[in-house]
């Protein structure tokens, strides 16, 4: 009677400290810039200035439909999914961008990959809405011998992810669409859990470069989108990372 009641008062306390994550800090050149911490900036007066665009705390977007699924769905003053944030980051076209998630849990496996759109005006105001305007510019999903992405990649090195600036890439204001997609509920649609956030960067250089065919958020991924319904625990082959080409 004990063991069970123990082992059910277990399961209980395992499923309420569910784990999931949001990006915390990133690091442009010398430079570290706090993300935006959903359980502590609302409660600072005045609030802190981010590069990164508010988030509603470090749990998942499902519902592809949504305009949640762009930059994790924060409604504010009428603006809804991706409420601009007050600075931006500045970084040079070909560097590295290192992205510091918080503690990855074990059991959400999946890809990570990183989008960029051009602002047409100034970052700190522009609101990409459901306009098709993004580009993939990295990816990541499970290596020939099974590793994932997040997990087993961003475990191995201290949770930072990192992805470099195409090098041709045309000076000016960009918002950075970085996610991981958990898959380990994946199997069925709705399943495959995206943590989204959106990060604003002044690129410069001297590139003249921009992509010629973008997507939108939504829409980019739909549950017939190869590598949105998975089944992570059956399937031992490749796996393929959704959206885009790079
Ligand atoms: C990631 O950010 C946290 C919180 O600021 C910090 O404690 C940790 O050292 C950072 N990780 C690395 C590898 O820099
Ligand atoms: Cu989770």
């Avoid at 890809?111 to 759109?117: E, L, S």
């Amino acid at each position: 009677m004990f063991k069970l009641a123990l082992a059910v008062s277990l399961l209980i306390a395992a499923a309420s400290v569910h784990g999931h994550g949001y990006v915390q800090e990133i690091t442009a050149g010398s430079t570290k810039y706090t993300g935006y911490l959903p359980y502590q900036d609302p409660y600072y007066n005045p609030v802190p200035q981010r590069i990164v665009r508010k988030i509603p705390g470090n749990g998942p977007v499902t519902d592809l439909s949504s305009i949640d699924v762009q930059c994790n769905g924060y409604t504010e003053g009428g603006v809804s999914g991706s409420a601009p944030a007050a600075i931006y980051a500045t970084a040079a076209a070909g560097s590295q961008l290192a992205l510091n998630w918080t503690t990855w849990p074990d059991s959400h496996m999946g890809p990570m990959i990183t989008y960029m759109a051009r602002a047409p005006s100034d970052i700190t105001k522009w609101n990409p809405g459901t306009s098709a305007v993004w580009f993939k510019v990295a990816e990541s999903g499970k290596t020939s011998d099974g590793k994932w992405a997040a997990t087993d990649l961003l475990t191995a090195s201290k949770s930072i992810y990192a992805f470099t600036i195409p090098a041709k890439l045309k000076a000016g204001q960009y918002l950075i669409r970085h996610e991981i997609i958990a898959l380990h509920a994946a199997y069925t649609y709705p399943g495959a859990q995206v943590y989204p956030s959106c990060i604003q960067v002044q690129v410069t250089g001297s590139g003249t470069a921009l992509p010629t065919s973008f997507v939108s958020f939504p829409g980019a991924y739909t549950a017939t989108t190869p590598g949105i319904v998975y089944d992570a625990y059956q399937s031992t082959g490749s796996y393929p990372i959704p959206g885009p080409a790079v």
